[in-house]
């Protein structure tokens, strides 16, 4: 069944698209080269004029902007719109120094809440369908994006927000929600207590999770449907952005299809900037088409992927990006070896098949850096092969050093014992830095 939110915009033709976005483009840049001081400064830097932007491809002449850009233009600096047109403050807490700031007039909402409607409809939701939110409501963007999303689909909505996790539960029973919206570190949270409590997902209404902000692999979508019995799809965004629905899985489930009428993607490599093709793993960097409060030109995301254009057998003609494949800034360099936490997942679920709760944490000692990594045990790790602890640490040592070459040590703890999270998850701890 193909249904969608906004036919036109989600089945456009390529060349139609390609057309909007140049005009969109090229509108934009010159009402912040006119308006904008940072960016004006910053297209002068290269010697650039509005009408230099004519083609898509021109994009290629303008500078890339970086989270260290928001932070140095802390709190409004990069705002394209006065304060009395700004509708909505959202803010990122920043693991180091000052949040990032952005800002939204009446017109961003109405389109964050059109992208976030398109999404929920793509992910097979609809008027009928009962979402809880939890996801966190306040300044970050997860809650209220879905929210707006969610009411202008006209479904119910349940705002209950992250944490509580067994009054979650009781409500997710009581109120009959049939999709429930939240990261998918805190999906497995809430099947991990709905097991302690004696509760079986399966009789309960809950048919669709509708998960994102933080990567997530696919052995760990396996474990989410497996234990909650649902349909787990995968939603994009981010607050520097616009917020959740950026981009969403269709039921085909083959890549997250960008709303690229408002959002323009190039995937670049990382390390040199040049844009690749199709096909090619790099950083997905974003440039807002439409917005007015705090648009974004040519964004550096950190997160990797690879794109796709060609159309998807849903019907849609929007670009595909593949799911997270990790983020470049979550990237350790162990003894010169790129280690990703998404690795040390993927072993860790081909093991278990459950819940992974785990940890990574790097020390340095002497001029040498150490990777433990914190593993908690479950029933399902035991096998006919794999009986006592001693055996099941070999195991996991030996899978981790043959996919991340690299030693590490393996520390098998207790149930419980790795800190659980109701928004991402920490996976890592790097003392290296501290
Ligand atoms: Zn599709």
Redesign the pocket.
Known sequence: MNTYWNKPAETMEREEMSSLQAGRLKEIVTRLYRQQPFYRSKMQEQGLLPEDIVTLEDIKKLPFITKQDMRDNYPYGLFAAPMSEIVRVHASSGTTGRPTVVGYTKRDIGIWSEVAARSLVAAGLSKQSCIQIAYGYGLFTGGLGIHYGAELLGASVIPISSGKTSRQIMLMRDFGTTALACTPSYALYIAETMREMGIDPRETKLRTGIFGAEPWTERMRQAIETQLGIKAMDIYGLSEIMGPGVAIE?S?Q?GL?ISEDHFYPEIINPVTGEVLPDGEKGELVLTTLTKEGMPMIRYRTRDLSVLHHEK???G?TLV?MSKVLGRSDDMLIIRGVNVFPSQVENVLLGIGNTSPHYQLIVERKGNLDQLTVLVEMTEEMFTDEVRGLEELETKIKGELSSVLSVSATVRLVGPKTIERSEGKAQRVIDKREL
């Open positions: 269709c085909v083959s299809h998807c057998a849903c849609r595909r």
